[in-house]
Nanobody, 120 residues
Framework: QVRLVESGGGLVQAGGSLRLSCAAS????????MSWYRQAPGKQREFVAG???????NYADSVKGRFTISRDNAKNTVYLQMNSLKPEDTAVYYC??????????????WGQGTQVTVSS
């Protein structure tokens, strides 16, 4: 069984920073791409940032230059450093990972989400 657990969300004023973490646990053989998505109220879930197993990164245009994704392969953990936050960044942030587990093979996993609220 593989689980993704996010942490680090909260309430912050516009211009502030937050760092999200997402740790994968279970019978993991390897972790491929890891990503962050977000879903604001009344909107569809959208891609925020992704990082490959080789640490190549890509970002949504809306967060380029403000957010940084990174990973620690030894800990099966992905991070999202969010700076210069804006009220429009308010959303539930979800972690996604492509994980090859010893039991289930290669699958896509999602975390439970962590709320980020940016006040103006």
């Amino acid at each position: 069984q593989v689980r993704l657990v996010e942490s680090g969300g909260g309430l912050v004023q516009a211009g502030g920073s937050l760092r999200l973490s997402c740790a994968a646990s279970g019978t993991i053989f390897s972790t491929n791409a890891m990503s962050w998505y977000r879903q604001a109220p009344g909107k569809q879930r959208e891609f925020v940032a992704g990082i490959t197993s080789g640490s190549s990164t890509n970002y949504a245009d809306s967060v380029k230059g403000r957010f940084t994704i990174s990973r620690d392969n030894a800990k099966n953990t992905v991070y999202l450093q969010m700076n210069s936050l804006k009220p429009e960044d308010t959303a539930v942030y979800y972690c996604n990972a492509q994980i090859y587990s010893l039991i289930g093979g290669l699958k896509d996993y999602w975390g439970q989400g962590t709320q980020v609220t940016v006040s103006s």
